[in-house]
T-cell receptor, first 115, second 115 residues
Framework: AQKVTQAQTEISVVEKEDVTLDCVYE???????LFWYKQPPSGELVFLIR??????QNEISGRYSWNFQKSTSSFNFTITASQVVDSAVYFC????????????FGAGTRLTVKP | ETGVTQTPRHLVMGMTNKKSLKCEQH?????MYWYKQSAKKPLELMFV???????ENNSVPSRFSPECPNSSHLFLHLHTLQPEDSALYLC??????????????FGSGTRLTVV
């Protein structure tokens, strides 16, 4: 079965610092999808990005960037020039192509950005 | 404004009460999910409905009873709960199971406290 590990439980940075959230996954499937979600204090999980297993191209969206490396089974998330509004819990998730109803989430990383 | 609406946002109930959580989506999705999020625990998948049929029940105690009357609505009926059931209950929806790779859209959750 698939598994997602987010080893960093909590991270605290000062505003404008760069921060990287780690995500390591395990799966036996060759086709799978990786996701990052943000959970602000309001509670809902907000979708940030989806990446399929055949697309290792890194992606940048504003201050957010994602580094997908199949060789190390990692899908790390970097926030550049962090802001207080980035404070949230971030979840990495994995679903296998034939079984979308079994998305596995990591334990989450709580990011606190201090002014 | 999330595409998935959950009510109520907060609920306090005694162990002998019966209550229901409601989830509604108008995104055209045909799969819906209940997740439990306890403090310092990973998101736990409870139930999955695809085309209004339950396709997964992850060993959830019978004091939790889901209902999916149509593809837009999902309920979680609660009765004789225990204090350890206090948690954030999140509803999510997605496109049809099996097509893979679709992220979930989450509601803001119901914060349940059992006293």
């Amino acid at each position: 079965a698939q598994k997602v590990t987010q080893a960093q439980t909590e991270i605290s940075v000062v505003e404008k610092e760069d921060v990287t959230l780690d995500c390591v996954y395990e799966t036996r499937d060759t086709t799978y999808y990786l996701f990052w979600y943000k959970q602000p204090p309001s509670g809902e999980l907000v979708f940030l990005i989806r990446r399929n297993s055949f697309d290792e191209q890194n992606e940048i969206s504003g201050r957010y960037s994602w580094n997908f490396q199949k060789s190390t089974s990692s899908f790390n998330f970097t926030i550049t020039a962090s802001q207080v509004v980035d404070s949230a819990v971030y979840f990495c998730a994995l679903s296998e192509a034939v079984n979308n109803n079994d998305m596995r989430f990591g334990a989450g990383t709580r990011l606190t950005v201090k002014p | 404004e999330t595409g998935v609406t959950q009510t109520p946002r907060h609920l306090v109930m005694g162990m002998t009460n019966k209550k229901s959580l409601k989830c509604e989506q108008h995104l055209g999705h045909n799969a819906m999910y209940w997740y439990k999020q306890s403090a310092k625990k990973p998101l736990e998948l409870m139930f999955v409905y695809s085309l209004e049929e339950r396709v997964e029940n992850n060993s959830v105690p019978s004091r939790f009873s889901p209902e999916c009357p149509n593809s837009s609505h999902l309920f979680l009926h609660l009765h004789t709960l225990q204090p350890e059931d206090s948690a954030l209950y999140l509803c999510a929806s997605s496109q049809l199971i099996g097509t893979g790779g679709y992220g979930y859209t989450f509601g803001s959750g119901t914060r349940l406290t059992v006293v």
